[in-house]
């Protein structure tokens, strides 16, 4: 069955360009969450959704970042006026729902450079 | 709050070896999971074990094994009879009943031939 998909897997853009990311999480996965990663570091958490809402929106760096997600599927995560600091892997994870024991599939990534 | 500290940037085994990887936690949730993820070089991200913090018994998953002290907040990882496939970088995570997750910065094993 088909896992957790982002896209693109690879963008480089200029500071101060706005980019979006994409994640397609399992099918019938309410639970959807963002992770960005640092080389070789650990995962700081972002932002998740259950369902269409996102209940704790606490991990977002600042206000250039902003993340939806429709029809309780789909999930963007956009970052405007982008900054050299913005450079890392970002992760989206899936899980059945949000609660405790729900083990989260995450996709391949998205490996984000800012010049 | 939570935290996770994986205390252990780097860790090596040999081939067939046992290896124990570290890792502590702090909440302030009454219940919680305790997870360990593998991320392999260029893949991703997998489930390796997890242990609910009401379960005296440390789980087990074939040569994988916890050995979960809830009064020490602490939850290292066995990894038995090492498999060159085993090399990755390995994530402790907690989990409270939101469902928000906080993991530890990670480390990365090295197995040898």
């Known amino acids: 069955g088909a896992g957790v998909s982002q896209s693109p897997s690879n963008k480089v853009t200029e500071k101060g360009k706005d980019v979006e990311l994409r994640c397609d999480p399992i099918?019938?996965?309410?639970?959807l969450y963002w992770y960005r990663q640092s080389l070789g570091q650990g995962l700081e958490f972002l932002i998740y959704f259950q369902g269409n809402s996102a209940p704790d929106k606490s991990g977002l760096p600042s206000d250039r970042f902003s993340a939806e997600r429709t029809g309780g599927s789909v999930s963007t995560l956009t970052i405007q006026r982008t900054q050299q600091e913005d450079s890392a892997v970002y992760l989206c994870?899936?899980?059945?729902?949000?609660?405790?024991?729900?083990?989260?599939?995450f996709g391949p990534g998205t490996r984000l450079t800012v010049l | 709050a939570q935290t996770v500290t994986q205390s252990q940037p780097e860790m090596s085994v040999q081939e067939a070896e046992t290896v124990t990887l570290s890792c502590t936690y702090d909440?302030?949730?009454?219940?919680?999971?305790l997870f360990w993820y593998k991320q392999p070089p260029s893949r991703q991200m997998i489930l390796v074990i997890r242990?609910?913090?009401?379960?005296?018994q440390n789980a087990t998953e074939n040569r994988f094994s916890v050995n979960f002290q809830k009064a020490a907040k602490s939850f290292s990882l066995k990894i038995s009879d090492s498999q060159l496939g085993d090399a990755a970088m390995y994530f402790c995570a907690s989990t409270n009943n939101a469902g928000k997750s906080t993991f530890g910065d990670g480390t990365t094993l090295t197995v040898k031939p």
């Open positions: 242990q609910e913090a009401y379960k005296q």
């Open positions: 994870a899936s899980s059945q729902n949000r609660g405790r024991a729900n083990e989260q599939f």
């Open positions: 909440t302030s949730e009454s219940d919680y999971y």
């Open positions: 099918s019938g996965h309410t639970a």
